[in-house]
C-alpha cells in the first residue's frame, strides 16, 4: 500500500518551528529565551484567536435549539461560542482553585497557602464581586467576620509574597 502525503497545517508548521526553535535554545541552555519564544509564541496565537472571533457573526446561534443536537450539545458548543462565557468554561469554578487564576508564580503559590475559608472568600467578594453582607448570609455569619477573612487572606498573601506585613506606601 502506497504512503499518504499528509499536507501540514500553518498552525501545524508554526508549532513544528516552535518546537526546532526551542530544542536549539534548549541545547545552548537559554533558559529566558525558551521562556521569551514562549511566550511571543502565545501572544501571536491569542492575536490569531482574537482576529478570529472577530469576523465570526455568532447572532445566526443565538436562536432556541432545544432538538438540533442530541443532548444538548447545541448549547455547550454556542457557550464556547460566546466570550462572556469562555471564563466559566476554561476556568475551574471552585474557590480551591483560587491560585489558578493567577499568572505570577509568587502570587499563585502564596494563594495556595490560604485556609478553605480565606480561598472561599477571595473566590466570592474579590473575584465574583459578591457583596460582603450576601457573603455573610450565606455563611452565617458577620459581615464583620466576612471582612476580617479577606484582610488576613490579603494580608497572609502579601507576606508570603514580599515578606512584609505591611502594603507598600
Known amino acids: 500500500m502506497g ?3 499528509f499536507r501540514q497545517s500553518e498552525a501545524d508548521k508554526r508549532e513544528t518551528a516552535l518546537d526546532q526553535r526551542l530544542e536549539e535554545l534548549a541545547a545552548e541552555e537559554d533558559w529566558t529565551a525558551v521562556v521569551d519564544e ?5 501572544e501571536n496565537n491569542d492575536r490569531r484567536h482574537e ?5 465570526l457573526d455568532l447572532s445566526l446561534m443565538d436562536r432556541d435549539a432545544e432538538d438540533d443536537w442530541e443532548g444538548g450539545q447545541f448549547r455547550k458548543f454556542l457557550k464556547l461560542c460566546r466570550e462572556r462565557d469562555w471564563n ?4 475551574s469554578q471552585k474557590p480551591e482553585d483560587l491560585h489558578q487564576l493567577v499568572t505570577e508564580y509568587p502570587v499563585s503559590a502564596a494563594l495556595k497557602e490560604l485556609t478553605p475559608i480565606q480561598k472561599k472568600v477571595l473566590w466570592a467578594n474579590v473575584v465574583w464581586g459578591v457583596p460582603t453582607s450576601d457573603l455573610a448570609r450565606e455563611l ?7 471582612t476580617k477573612h479577606r484582610q488576613r487572606a490579603l494580608e497572609k498573601a502579601r507576606f508570603l509574597v514580599t515578606g ?3 502594603p507598600d506606601p
Open 88 to 91: 466559566d468554561l476554561i476556568f
Open 3 to 5: 504512503g499518504k502525503i
Open 51 to 55: 482576529e478570529h472571533r472577530a469576523c
Open 140 to 146: 452565617g455569619c458577620s459581615v464583620r467576620n466576612i
Open 38 to 42: 514562549l511566550d511571543r509564541f502565545e
Open 164 to 166: 512584609r506585613k505591611e
